[in-house]
Each structure stands twice: as C-alpha cells, then as structure tokens.
C-alpha cells in the first residue's frame, strides 16, 4: 500500500516567517494530495489540496507544491500566524479513497 | 448540516475486553474511513466502508473490524483489548464513493484507554 513520510516532525517558527513541510510517497498511482491541520482536542480539518494534474496551488498564505516525478509534495505558510500552531498532516490517495497519512508535523509560532 | 459525530467520546477498558465506537457520518455521505491515531505514529488507516461494503483495509490485526450500516453509520470493533490499542479513533465520512478521491470530514474521535 502507499507510504507517506512527512518532515520535520516538529517545526518551530517566529510570528511572520515562513513555514515549510515536507512529504513524499510511495505509490506513483496516488492522484491526490490533501493537508490536514489538527487542533488541540478536535478532529483534523482540511486546509488545502492539490490534484496530480496541478504542480501548485495557492489559497491567501497557504500553498501546495506537487512534484511528480520525484514524488514528494510540500506546504507553504507564509507570514506564520500564532494561531497557524497546530499539528498538520499531509495524505496521499488512490482513486479508490484510500486515503493515507504521514507523521504529523507540531508546528509552533512564537509572537 | 450537522457534522461527523462520534460515539462515546472517552473510555476506559481493561485488557481483553472488547469495546465498539460508533460513527453518525455528515447526512448524505456514503464513504466512511476510520483511522487510529497515536503520538508519533500520526493516523494509521484501519479500513474505509462504501454502500455497507468494505472497501480498503490496513495493517491491522483481525480483533479489529468495522460494519457499516444501510443508512451509512458505522461501527467499529476491537476485541481482546490490549494496552497498546489505546489511542483515538478518528472517523471521516466523504461524499465521494463510486470513484475518485475527495475531502475527508473528521469527528472529534473516540478516545480509548486501556487499563
């Protein structure tokens, strides 16, 4: 089945500097790539995505980059927020629905 | 539109009992995925349900297992409890079925702990 690795698995960044999270996968059949950010006490939310027909996407300070050939894909936060601090998860997935997920990443914005 | 409810939201169990969580998907959503989530692990997928069907499985032993229901609720199962199963169980509905990839819509989870 698909492999996700995601880095770093903690990130720590000064209010207004950028963010970047790392993944990569496995299975070059997967065809969509969802970010997930998890509060404290709440279920994962999906911030951004990004299909394989699209190399990037972009919503306010929030970017995806997708690189199919070496297979990895990358979130972009630009001027990091206190309230960015969360933990986010990049995913990967079949056409089938079978959705999978990295690590996580515990990032930390510093006012 | 009410969202992914889950059912209980915390409980305590001792090894080799058996315990099942319940998951109400957003109205409308045939696909229900669940997942468990462990620190440093990040969410393991357990197995994803389609029209009562399962459709995707994990990695997980068979004292895990999962039924899904003709108006789309979901059960899980573990049976013969142990203490590494404590974790919270996330369930996620989608509105996407017969085919193609789309959002997951998590609930708050069921948190297991193990005794």
């Known amino acids: 089945g698909e492999n996700v690795e995601q880095h770093p698995s903690t990130l720590s960044v000064q209010e207004g500097d950028s963010a970047v999270i790392k993944c990569t996968y496995s299975d070059s059949a997967s065809n969509y790539f969802p970010w997930y950010k998890q509060e404290l006490g709440k279920g994962p939310q999906l911030i951004i995505d990004?299909?394989?027909?699209?190399g990037e996407k972009k919503d306010q300070r929030i970017a995806v980059t997708l690189n199919k050939t070496a297979k990895h894909f990358s979130l972009h936060i630009t001027e990091t927020q206190p309230e960015d601090s969360a933990v986010y998860f990049c995913?990967?997935?079949?056409?089938?629905?079978?959705?999978?997920f990295g690590a996580g990443t515990r990032l930390t914005v510093k006012p | 539109k009410a969202g992914v409810t889950q059912t209980p939201r915390y409980l305590i169990k001792t090894r080799g009992q058996q315990v099942t969580l319940s998951c109400s998907p957003i109205s409308g959503h045939r696909s229900v995925s669940w997942y468990q989530q462990t620190p440093g692990q990040g969410l393991q997928f357990l197995f994803e349900?389609?029209?009562?069907?399962?459709?995707n499985k994990g990695n997980f032993p068979g004292r895990f297992s999962g039924r899904q229901f003709s108006n789309s609720r979901s059960e899980m199962n573990v049976s013969t409890l142990e203490l590494g199963d404590s974790a919270l169980y996330l369930c996620?509905?989608?509105?996407?079925?017969?085919?193609?990839?789309?959002?997951?819509?998590f609930g708050e989870g069921s948190r297991l702990t193990v005794l």
């Open positions: 996620a509905s989608s509105p996407v079925g017969g085919g193609g990839t789309g959002e997951l819509f």
């Open positions: 990004i299909r394989s027909n699209v």
């Open positions: 995913a990967a997935s079949l056409w089938n629905n079978d959705m999978r």
């Open positions: 349900y389609f029209s009562e069907t399962q459709r």
